[in-house]
């Protein structure tokens, strides 16, 4: 089963503060949810929460418009930091811009590298860098912008994954080891930045599958593996995942994107869609590296919630805001 994902559009300046969430635009009696999108506690959760991130932005509507049932379910997300997916353009300033915001809230970045070659085999993610040079160059772009900053790094979601089901073809498979294994290379040079190659989901194939493609495209110099990226496999499901894959690349440590594993994946519909805009899920585990796993170093939410896999099920554009959807996720469950 493939996994599509999206690299959808960022917000980015150094500063990066919030302009609007705090207007109470025509509401009437407690005007308590008109604040300021804010950082969860360090000591649990070190990752940054954009302040002017789509759900903040939608946030800051919702209130002005007196929708304040949906303000707050969409402010569920808002409030939890996400990855922020660096763009082919401008990616130095980018990788900047939101690392030097981190520093300063006193939180590492949370940053998604997705822009390999033949990216995604053509789907509603299709694109990423045009050859093997310029990849070379944006990844030369992003390290030049995070620089000393604490960051940590998921790295290219589906690359190895599609070189195994050989969606991608089979002649670009050789460049694209080396271009994982260079970026890796690349982005360890960096005095505090974590980089974890994604390693596909529980859904898709088994471990004796994937460990040795992980271990030519450079794992034993990463940090360790993400799974589940932008996937709804539960959370146990994806830790044992996990520690089978982890055992076959020398026990590296992996991290658990839960951003809308809540409810597991779904079951129904077009097999080969269930990925895309799946209707019934909820919002997973909030991001947290207290997981109680030494393995397990963290609950990421990779894929930002809200945020469109593509033109299926009435969806707009891979990576567009999709309020409704965004207020279904948060309410499930709750």
């Not at 597991?264 to 799946?278: H, I, K, L, Q, S």
């Amino acid at each position: 089963m493939y996994r599509k994902l999206r690299a959808g559009a960022v917000v980015v300046g150094a500063a990066l503060l919030v302009s609007a969430c705090s207007s109470g635009g025509d509401k009437k009696g407690d005007d308590s949810s008109a604040r300021p999108v804010g950082q969860q506690p360090k000591s649990a959760d070190p990752f940054w929460v954009n302040p002017d991130s789509k759900a903040a932005e939608a946030v800051a509507a919702l209130e002005k418009d007196g929708k304040d049932d949906q303000a707050k379910a969409v402010r569920k997300i808002a409030e939890q930091p996400s990855g922020e997916w660096i763009l082919p353009e401008n990616a130095e300033s980018q990788a900047r811009g939101y690392t030097e915001a981190a520093q300063k809230a006193n939180r590492d970045a949370l940053l998604v590298i997705y822009n390999i070659p033949h990216r995604d085999c053509g789907n509603y993610s299709q694109g990423g860098a045009a050859d093997g040079d310029a990849y070379r160059a944006f990844i030369d772009q992003v390290a030049a912008g995070i620089g000393d900053r604490p960051a940590t790094v998921i790295l290219e979601p589906d690359a190895v994954q599609h070189m195994v089901d050989n969606c991608t073809p089979g002649q670009f498979h050789e460049e694209r080891y080396d271009l994982l294994k260079g970026a890796v290379a690349k982005l360890k040079t960096l005095k505090d930045t974590k980089v974890y190659l994604d390693a596909g989901n529980a859904g898709w194939g088994k471990p004796e599958q994937i460990f040795q493609p992980l271990q030519r495209s450079g794992v034993d110099q990463a940090d360790g593996f993400s799974v589940n990226v932008s996937n709804f496999y539960s959370t146990e499901d994806s830790i044992t995942y996990g520690k089978e894959l982890s055992a076959k690349v020398g026990d590296k440590p992996f991290v658990v994107d839960t951003s809308r594993n809540g409810n597991g994946p779904y079951t129904g519909g077009d097999p080969d869609e269930r990925w895309c805009n799946p209707p019934g899920r909820a919002l997973g585990e909030t991001p947290t590296t207290k997981t109680g796993d030494p393995l397990v170093k963290a609950y990421l939410w990779v894929k930002r919630p809200g945020e469109s896999d593509g033109t299926c099920k009435g969806g707009p554009k891979a990576g567009a805001w999709w309020g409704a959807y965004a207020v279904k996720l948060a309410n499930a469950g709750s």
